[in-house]
């Protein structure tokens, strides 16, 4: 049984808020806008890394559930990171 | 705490706000008093004021909105998003999200809590990595009433604007030395040398104050706590003068300089601080030095120099026949004392590192001791 990947599967719907939700709060630093090959379903592990180092959370790199529920908080709507 | 790339702030200290709109979920006398609460948290520990302005361009202009509303920053319906402000370099304004159910409760999303954050950007604070700062990015359900501002709030938006004047070391006249003593205070409670600036009691403990400190001593536990002033009330997180309860109002009245303060609990109450003259003392007088409440008789003692006055607490009015000398009066003494509390028939007035015990309704002197006795050293 494909036990790893279970656990690191997620729901397209869940996938894409974290995508929206790592955008709006952990924008890329540069002002050069980046060009995004269409159809990429990565997030940025060092983005996820960042959002569970700054939160307390297990630091994985990987979009789990504790990560998923804590994006799901009512937030204040600013970056986190520099523009 | 953490600031915004270049750590913009506001060049001015006197800021003026303006509300374009008011969201239909609260009556507008709630959101008035959610945004006006959300302004004093900052106005508390900086020397920054807001003055609301109508019908007129503001520095800050606060609105309620829903998904696009002109900002290149959507909202996203209920939940996640619930308000955005700017940095002071792109012009402070705070929008909260139409969508969220806005209450001054606890029973959807609290206007004050978020407004408190968001300022907080407008002033020029980014997120904070520390759980329960008021920056701290999401949303901390809280009781409003008893909300205390984090240190780690407190020390970044000092690190942009510096503490408050007046209220500290500002326009302080008893103060001639404009430097405040970085020194740390003494931690060791047993030091036959430690001397308190204010004695009082508060909900049943007794609380010592000394510089930026002060000791609360519960009866119900024996560890003595340690805590900075600034934990319980910003605004006077550099000391106080002198500090007495009145009980019946659950009331502790904070002095330091010609200001004094109420407060119920932690909480500052509004109209507050005001001048000392207003109780009925002399102009000559710039500051307290210790003071102290007699429940039994509704009595304050206000000691200044090497004189002290009566306060009647039930007629709101010094009495006459004062101001007395503390020597004549109390017997042993010298000419000023540092702090004063009046507990259970007892009168006791510190001098440095000792304390005059006095019988409170003969004024008979019982005897001296250290100071720091309460603390079974």
Partial sequence: LPLTQEADQVAEADLNFAKKYIENYYPDSTSTPVVRSKGSDDIPADKIRLMQERFGLKVTGRLDSNTLALMRKPRCGVPDVAE | ?377
């Fill in chain 2, 1 to 377: 705490y953490s600031t915004f790339p270049g750590d913009p702030t506001w060049k001015k200290r006197k800021l003026t706000y303006s509300v374009l709109n008011y969201t239909p979920d609260m009556d507008r006398a709630d959101v008035d008093v959610a945004i006006e609460g959300a302004w004093k948290v900052w106005s508390d520990v900086t020397p920054l004021t807001f003055t609301r302005v109508y019908g007129e361009p503001a520095d800050i202009e606060i609105s309620f909105a829903a998904r696009s509303h002109g900002d290149y920053i959507p909202f996203d319906g209920p939940g996640g998003q619930l308000a955005h402000a700017f940095s002071p370099a792109f012009g402070g304004n705070a929008h909260f999200d139409e969508d969220e159910s806005w209450v001054r409760d606890l029973t959807g999303v609290n206007l004050f809590l978020v407004a408190a954050h968001e300022f907080g950007h407008s002033l020029g604070l980014r997120h904070s990595r520390v759980w329960g700062a008021l920056m701290f990015p999401t949303y901390q359900a809280m009781d409003p009433q008893n909300f205390r501002l984090h240190p780690d709030d407190i020390e970044g938006i000092q690190s942009l604007y510096g503490p408050p004047e007046g209220g500290e070391d500002g326009d302080d006249s008893s103060s001639g030395n404009p430097e405040a003593p970085t020194e740390a205070p003494s931690t060791d409670l047993c030091d036959p040398r430690l001397a308190f600036d204010a004695v009082c009691s508060l909900r049943g403990e007794t609380m010592f104050f000394k510089d930026n400190f002060f000791w609360r001593k519960n009866p119900q536990r024996r560890d003595v706590e340690k805590d900075p002033i600034s934990a319980f009330w910003p605004a006077l997180s550099k000391g106080i003068d002198a500090a007495y309860e009145v009980k019946a109002d659950d009331t502790v009245f904070l002095f330091k300089g010609h200001k004094y303060w109420a407060t119920k609990g932690n909480i500052i109450q509004s109209g507050f601080p005001q001048n000392i003259h207003s109780l009925g003392l002399p102009r000559s007088v710039k500051s307290i030095d210790a003071a102290a409440h007699d429940s039994n008789s509704k009595k304050t003692y206000f000691f200044s120099g090497n004189s002290y006055w009566r306060y009647d607490e039930a007629q709101k009015s010094m009495e006459k026949g004062y101001p007395r000398k503390i020597a004549a009066d109390f017997h042993q003494v010298g000419a000023k004392v540092d702090a004063a509390f009046l507990n259970h028939g007892h009168f006791y007035l510190f001098i440095g590192s000792e304390q005059y015990e006095f019988d409170s309704r003969t004024k008979r002197f019982i005897g001296i001791k250290k100071s720091n006795s309460w603390f079974g050293c």
